[in-house]
């Protein structure tokens, strides 16, 4: 079945460190990329997304790269700041259609100060 | 603007007893959804609803039951709790392939 791995599993930077979370998906057909952010005890927010027709995204100390070919797509955090603290969590669309994901297993990023 | 609300935040069950949890958003969006979240699992889906009238299974739908109340409204029925349900329960809602709005989450323990 379709499936999205996601590495690593936890992270910790330097403040004002790069941060890079890496996820692979197996469905050929996934169209839309999205990103989670989980402060702890909420529930995940919507960082940024990417189309398949779209490399590179950019907002802010955020950006996203998908390489298609691959299956690989990335989030990476420029100028790390304490409370970019969190769970991140990548998805990937299936069936179109029905706009559903499925989700990595989360990455527990730790910027220390 | 509330977004996604989600009732109740806590819940202690006893194994057998049922419950509902619900959910209601005020986006306007058609789709909603019913995720679990367990340690180094991720979120997995329960069930879901394309658009209002319908429901569908998802990854992980055994023990569970949805009803689509009206286009805002979308509740998990637990019939008979079981350990394996202590989880964190989120319900989410989305308009096209967009991404989506997550409430803030249901702690539910089963003892």
């Known amino acids: 079945g379709e499936n999205v791995e996601q590495h690593p599993s936890t992270l910790s930077v330097q403040e004002g460190d790069s941060a890079v979370i890496k996820c692979t998906y197996s469905d050929s057909a996934s169209n839309y990329f999205p990103w989670y952010k989980q402060e702890l005890g909420k529930g995940p927010q919507l960082i940024i997304d990417i189309r398949s027709n779209v490399g590179e995204k950019k907002d802010q100390r955020i950006a996203v790269t998908l390489n298609k070919t691959a299956k690989h797509f990335s989030l990476h955090i420029t100028e790390t700041q304490p409370e970019d603290s969190a769970v991140y969590f990548c998805?990937?669309?299936?069936?179109?259609?029905?706009?559903?994901?499925?989700f990595g297993t989360g990455t527990r990023l730790k910027v220390l100060a | 603007n509330a977004g996604v609300t989600q009732t109740p935040k806590f819940q202690v069950l006893k194994t057998g007893q049922s419950m509902t949890l619900q959910c209601a958003q005020d986006?306007?969006?058609?789709?909603m959804y019913w995720y679990r979240q367990d340690p180094g699992m991720g979120l997995r889906l329960i069930y879901y609803?394309?658009?209002?009238?319908?429901?569908d299974k998802g990854e992980v739908p055994n023990g569970y039951n949805v009803s689509r109340l009206n286009k805002r409204e979308f509740s998990l029925r637990l019939e008979s709790a079981a350990p394996s349900q202590t989880s964190v329960y989120f319900c989410?809602?989305?308009?096209?392939?967009?991404?989506?709005?997550f409430g803030s989450g249901t702690r539910l323990t089963v003892v």
């Open positions: 989410a809602s989305s308009d096209q392939n967009y991404g989506y709005t």
């Open positions: 609803s394309a658009s209002e009238g319908t429901t």
């Open positions: 986006m306007n969006h058609n789709s």
């Open positions: 998805a990937a669309s299936i069936q179109s259609g029905t706009y559903k994901y499925i």
